[in-house]
């Protein structure tokens, strides 16, 4: 075909130290001592047109998000990395360059910031039914228990900011972010606390923290969830 | 069992919620102009999107989102059966019946 434009860009998953060993199906365009992961993505399916659609195809956009997720994660714990966000995408390896040399000093502080470090998540969740308290005998100890109830709602608030706030003396940076709705979670307890911590990889000291809140806080029905490691998505914004 | 037992972990070789993973490669990490646009305005219309999807009807109805059932076209057992016979009293009257 005559005319037709170049079908083919380059999506960029984050910025690596130049010394880095590629991931699987990745490439490092590399300049200076830094590396962009890149990987070259059909416009059919990445061009500006086909992209607000696809965007909404769930199926389709599970499995991008989970390949960028998988492509980062391939570096965690063997070289610090700069996470970008989904959907980076450049038309040829110039303009790839061109990123690494215009945001250059950003990204080297972003990775000096990160190395040897990893990001944590941890969740808090409230379940009102696991609140331990004797069994109500009376009318009167009922209505006592309903009051406990509803002001062991108001006192898992209050755990939850205290939990983060000794989390984040635990750990180098801290982020709180917005708890999901019940909506996306599916589950029937509250989430309390939606936090992510970097913390030096290896190091067992956040995760025995989090352990302790949680044997403390297991009568008032509040369970704790950690997940990771992470590449630090949540540690990435060069002013962070 | 050690307090460490009482902290489920997800990580490692167990898949990541996808929840999680949406939140972090969607909302975080350096946003970058790239020569081709991804409007945020999509992304947004994409969470919501997301998150109604998750959600079953069981439980939009749970959360008070149950407009379906007082909606006549929406309806079978709604107002949608009263309409009906409305109409077909009115019809026996004028005499159509």
Do not use: C
Request: hydrophobic letters at 45%; charged letters at 25%.
């Amino acid at each position: 075909m005559i005319g037709t434009t170049p079908a083919v860009g380059w999506y960029v998953f984050g910025v690596v130290p130049s010394d880095a060993a590629p991931a699987p199906g990745t490439y490092l365009v590399e300049r200076g001592p830094l590396a962009a992961i890149a990987a070259e993505v059909s416009l059919a399916e990445f061009g500006e047109e086909v992209l607000p659609e696809r965007l909404n195809d769930r199926a389709w956009l599970e499995e991008k998000v989970r390949v960028h997720e998988a492509v980062l994660q391939s570096f965690v714990g063997v070289t610090p990395v700069v996470p970008l966000r989904f959907g980076a995408i450049y038309h040829d390896l110039g303009d790839v360059r061109r990123l690494l040399a215009e945001r250059g000093e950003g990204f080297e502080a972003v990775l000096e910031r990160v190395r040897g470090r990893v990001e944590l998540g941890v969740k808090a969740w409230f379940d009102p039914t696991r609140v331990t308290r004797p069994a109500a005998g009376s009318g009167r100890e009922y209505l006592q228990q309903r009051r406990d109830e509803l002001s062991s709602a108001r006192d898992a608030a209050a755990v939850a900011a205290a939990a983060h706030e000794r989390l984040a003396s635990t750990a180098d940076a801290a982020v709180v972010n917005r708890p999901h709705p019940r909506e996306l979670t599916g589950r029937d307890e509250q989430m309390l606390l939606n936090g992510a911590y970097l913390v030096p990889d290896g190091d067992e000291t956040f995760a025995a923290e989090v352990a302790r809140l949680a044997e403390e806080q297991l009568g008032a029905g509040i369970t704790f969830e950690l997940t990771g490691p992470w590449p630090p998505y949540n540690f990435a914004e060069d002013d962070a | 069992m050690s307090a460490r037992d009482l902290v489920h972990h997800s990580g490692g070789a167990a898949p990541a919620q996808l929840a999680d993973v949406l939140e972090r490669v969607l909302d975080k990490g350096i946003v970058i102009a790239g020569d081709i646009q991804i409007h945020l305005l999509d992304i947004e219309l994409l969470t919501i999107k997301l998150r109604l999807l998750v959600a079953s009807a069981d439980k939009a109805k749970e959360m008070g989102i149950d407009w379906w059932q007082g909606d006549p076209f929406l309806s079978r057992n709604g107002g949608d059966n009263k309409l009906e016979s409305r109409i077909k009293e009115l019809e026996k009257k004028v005499g159509l019946e």
